[in-house]
């Protein structure tokens, strides 16, 4: 967590004082890149339960929205970012593909916890769709810069990028860049007391919009 923090210190620094970094560099565009965050599950969908009670659905919600708060406050508004839904509602797989291709996203990423009936199964998977779309070719490297970004800044262990055929990821890779984040395995004692930790949720929702800023 120590290393973590002092991420967030140099971030922070280098956007207060306007310091050139390519970490902080806004890609070459005349307009906003659109990033579309969709928070798994929702509603009667309550996803994975944690060995402690935790929910799913829950806690991806409340990291796409620090997402969105970083972006709003530290950022001040740098992307143009949507969630496929801001409070606790079920919203259909094919609503949520929709939103992304109705605002012509530039990113799409969605964000679940895993489950395992291995009570040691722990780390980070990123999924792309095994279905070869427009996009596939920039998927796979988002998913690995995604991976390769929380493992050094957060320590998780990295299960892979794997390909596979949600229906989120699938519906999307032809219209942009679209991958699924397995954050976590809630059947881990470890890992799900980690994510109990609202500073935690914090650092998770940093780590991820740090790739937007590369």
Request: a neutral charge.
């Amino acid at each position: 967590m120590v290393q973590f923090k002092v991420l967030i210190s140099l971030l922070l620094a280098l956007e207060l004082f306007g310091i050139h970094n390519p970490v902080l560099a806004q890609k070459a565009s005349n307009k906003k890149m659109i990033i579309v965050i969709d928070p798994g599950h929702g509603g009667k969908d309550s996803g994975a339960v944690g060995v402690n009670g935790i929910l799913e659905k829950d806690i991806v919600l409340k990291i796409a929205k620090e997402i969105v708060d970083l972006n709003e406050t530290t950022f001040k508004n740098r992307f143009e970012i949507y969630l496929t839904r801001y409070k606790d509602t079920l919203i259909s797989l094919g609503d949520r593909t929709k939103l992304a291709k109705s605002l012509n996203a530039d990113i799409f990423i969605s964000l679940h916890c895993n489950y395992s009936d291995n009570p040691n199964a722990r780390g980070l998977e990123v999924y792309v769709s095994k279905k070869q779309g427009k996009y596939s070719k920039e998927s796979v490297l988002l998913a690995y810069d995604l991976q390769n970004g929380l493992k050094e800044n957060i320590g998780f262990e990295s299960r892979g990028v794997k390909f596979g055929d949600f229906q989120v990821i699938r519906e999307t890779t032809d219209y942009s860049p679209a991958v699924l984040l397995e954050l976590c395995f809630l059947s881990h004692r470890g890992e799900v007391q980690h994510l109990t930790e609202e500073e935690n949720l914090f650092a998770l929702g940093l780590s991820i919009f740090n790739w937007f800023t590369n």
